[in-house]
Structure formats: structure tokens, C-alpha cells
């Protein structure tokens, strides 16, 4: 029956007289279930922040409780922020002391470019013929297959993108003046390492054209008599004779012989030049010379202070080499990054962490502080929590374990020796000269007061560990309190339903009521009639 036509027969209200029945039934029940669940959510979420807190106290006291934290050193560079030349990086096996650091020399990889004149634009063919061009810087190596008619550009793209690449990077510099240079910079540090790029399969113009002419061989016009003085220190790569501290008599024959040839050659087919450059230089007949860096015809070199370079360091007057800026094996528990080369020896002061373990302990101080703070806001007068024994007993229990004095921890007893103090609400704060003071009596024994079986981090991790976890007693509360709102919300819904069920009861007694007093309107109504006619 719709809403409203309740009484229509009786000429009654029924409708308003049903709702203010229920209502005076289920209102008052249905406040006291809901505020039940209200004061249950209330507790859930302070239990929340309380179990936050506590987590992360715990995790401050974590940090407190490694040995690591007071065995670490402290390494001080004299230099100016913003003019760095160096950092370095300690662990607990550096030894505690001063000293003087040099930068000679910073490590560098190497560069490699085109003379000028050698390519004209980007899509210069390189090659007529399919090949392979061999990169090497060290122990580095990859390749790449070149095919017949790719253009300077593509041949750029090709080492860019290439998988095995080890740090080659390829660029095309155009000075504006219709010259276009090929670079490529090897990332490769240390000396010896200087990028080298082979074509796999170069020709030799000069042995071409001697073959062609059934010339004698540059060889047996440079061979040495044997009878000649054998300079025992020229050594390969050398350009010095230490016998004659002059050049090398042979390597000048050499020179000579072959600047003979090549003019030879020159006036017998002037008409050639021009072939003879092109071959030398684009690549139509000397495959991938034009870039290359080997071979007499090599279109690449490496600029003056381009080639690779260790990095050069001198320690308390000791020159170090090495590969890289890094140096992590020269001293000792040090890792010492070379940053910029240095015009004055600079100092280095390595000690003990300090500092770590004064930012530490304020970090631990802060933590528990705020801790107090959830404490007192979540059990004050009329807080959710309010009364609750699980913070009562841990806030207790923290308390006793900060102040508890501890034997066998040196010179240290209780944290309060290290400089922090507490008020009479139980707040921490932290005395920075008194540190300092502590620090300089017994840097040592602060290890064993703060960890161990004994120290204070682990006695209170292990008090923490009863109210963390999905076994402590935080979480068990907090399960407790969800299952209690879950079983208010069950109690109120079965109660509504009772109210329905209840309403549904009056309507169909009311509706009944109605029928028959509508009977009874029409019955009187009919007497009145047949009276009034009498």
C-alpha cells in the first residue's frame, strides 16, 4: 500500500500513526548501534596512527642498532662548494689521519676525426664495395658490416645504433666553409686505450701501383745492411734513436724511400691525381680507408690531446695511475673520484662519523617524540583511546628502558651520557656540546652502550617487536576492533529488519482497522437515511 492512503476509509491519520510507532521502537536502538560503530571507527583509526608511530620509532631505532653507524669514518676535503677537484667515499677499514691529494691529471677517452678536405657532405659514398669496419679501444671491441654505397650519414647511424657498441659515438661537424668532418669519441678511458678504427680489408694504393709497374717492393728499397750498428732501445712506437739521441736513421730512409715512390708515381701518370685522391679519400677505390684510422691511405686521425689517458694522482707524495677518474684501491677504505686537476695540493682529514651519528641519535629522538605525541593525543581525556592498557604499558615500558642504567658498556651507562636529556612529561632533547664532550671522552665505547645483546637499540627492538607485525599486539587490537564493528553493523542490520518487518505488521493491522471502520462509516451513514425519512 503506497504512502498516504493508510486511512482514507477510517478518515484517520493511520500513516502518521504507524511512523510514530516504529519510530518510538527503533530510533533510540538504531542511535546506540550506530554510535557504537562511530566510537569503534574512531579507535581503528587512532589505533592506525599508533601503529604508524610505533613503526616508525622502530624503524629509527633500526638504524641506531648497527655497528656499521659508529665504526664508519668521515672523510673532510678542504675545497670550496661549488670548486670541487674531488670526492671520496670511506668505509670502517680506512685508517684515521691526514692527507695530501694532487690531481695531476683527469682520464679522458679518446677522439678521432677526418682532415679537411677529405668529405665535402653527408652523402659521400664511402665505399663501392661491401666490407666491415673493426672498432678497438683496449680489450673493447665491436664491428660493423658496411655495405656497398653507404653514405657518410648512414655510416654515422650504423656505429650509433650498433648493440655492441662499447662507447663509440660518431658525429658529422660541418665548418661552414664546405668542409664536412667525421668524428668519433671512444667513452673508453686510460692510456693505450686511444680508439682505433680498422677497415678489415684496406688496400694499398702504392703496392697496387708498384705491382702495376713491376717496381721493386718498398721493402727491399728500405732493407737495412746487416753489417749497420742495430740500435738495441729502439723500440717499437719510439721516435727517438737513444744510441744517437736523434731521429732514427732508418725510419728517415723509410720516409724518404716511400715520399720517392709516391713522386715517382706522380710524374709517370699525372693524369691519375685526381683518381689517386679520390681512392685515398671518398673511399671508390680504397673500400673504407677514407674512415679508418690505419693504413698509409687512413683518412682518420687523432688530434694532438685527443688520445686516451689515465688519470694521475699523487697521495702524501706517491704518483697513482689509473685508468679511470676512480680510484678505489689506491688508499686503503677510500674510493677517491678525481674531479678537476688541482693547482695546489689539497687536504684530506679522515675520522670517525660524528656526524652520522649525531643526525642518528637526533633522528631517534625526534621519532620517539613524536610517539609521545600519538600517545597523548590518542588516550587523552575523551580520545578514542582513552584508558587503553596496551599504550599504557608501552609508553611505560620505553621509558624504564631509556633510563635503565647498563654495566659493561665502557664509559658509557645510559644514553643520557651522550647528550640527550628528558623533561618531567618524558620529551627527549638533545645537548650538542655535551655530545661532542661524550664523543671526544670515548668515541669507541658508544658502540657497545647503543648495540649488542646488551646495548639499547637491541633492547628495545625487541620490546618494539610485541607491538609490530602482523602478530603484535597493535595489530591484534586492531583486528579485535574490526570485528567488533563488524558485529555491531550484523546486530543493526538484523535489528532493521525486525523494524521492517515490525511496520510491515502495523500497516497490515491498520489497514484492517481501516476496512472495517469504513464499513462501519457506511453502515451509520445508510441508518442515518432511512431514520432521517421516518
Known sequence: MSIGSLGIGSGMDLESLVKEMVSAQ????????????????????????????????????????????????????????????????????????????????????????????????????????????????????????????????????????????????????????????????????????????????????????????????????????????????DLAGDDVDFANDGPIPEDDVKEAAEAAVKETIADEDDSSDEENESAAFNGSATGLNSVSTEGMFAGLYTPLGEQARDAVITVDGIQIRNETNTFDNAVAGLSIEALAVTDKTTKVDVSFDQKTVQETIKEFIGSYNDLLNTFQQSTGKNSALSGNSMIRNLQSSLSSQLMAGRSDTGVFTSVFDLGVKMDNKGVLSFDSAKFDNAMKKGYSDVVSLMTGEKGLAQSLEDLLDNYTGSSGMTNSLRDSVSGSIDSTELRLEAYEDRMARYEESLRDKFTGLDSRLANMNAQGNYLNTVLSRL
Open 26 to 233: 527503533k530510533d533510540a536502538k538504531v542511535r546506540l548501534y550506530q554510535t557504537q560503530i562511530n566510537e569503534y571507527e574512531a579507535e581503528l583509526s587512532a589505533l592506525g596512527q599508533v601503529g604508524s608511530a610505533i613503526d616508525n620509532f622502530k624503524y629509527s631505532v633500526q638504524s641506531l642498532n648497527d655497528e656499521d653507524l659508529f665504526t664508519g669514518r668521515d672523510a673532510k676535503i678542504a675545497q670550496k662548494e661549488g670548486e670541487e677537484v674531488m670526492s671520496i667515499n670511506t668505509d670502517n677499514t680506512a685508517s684515521n689521519g691526514s692527507y695530501s691529494i694532487d690531481i695531476n691529471q683527469i682520464a679522458k677517452g679518446s677522439r678521432v676525426m677526418s682532415a679537411p678536405g677529405v668529405f665535402s657532405s653527408a652523402d659521400d659514398v664511402i665505399t663501392k664495395k661491401n666490407d666491415t669496419l673493426i672498432f678497438k679501444a683496449g680489450d673493447n671491441e665491436f664491428s660493423i658490416d658496411v655495405t656497398a654505397g653507404t653514405t657518410l650519414s648512414e655510416l654515422r647511424n650504423l656505429i650509433n645504433t650498433s648493440e655492441d657498441n662499447f662507447g663509440v659515438s660518431a658525429n658529422l661537424v660541418d665548418d661552414g666553409s664546405g668542409n664536412l668532418f667525421f668524428t668519433a669519441t671512444s667513452s673508453i678511458e686510460g692510456a693505450g686505450n686511444t680508439l682505433r678504427i680498422i677497415n678489415s680489408s684496406p688496400i694499398d694504393k702504392t703496392d697496387e701501383l708498384l705491382d702495376d709497374k713491376e717496381e721493386t717492393p718498398i721493402e727491399d728499397t728500405l732493407a737495412v745492411d746487416e753489417s749497420e750498428e742495430i740500435d738495441e732501445l
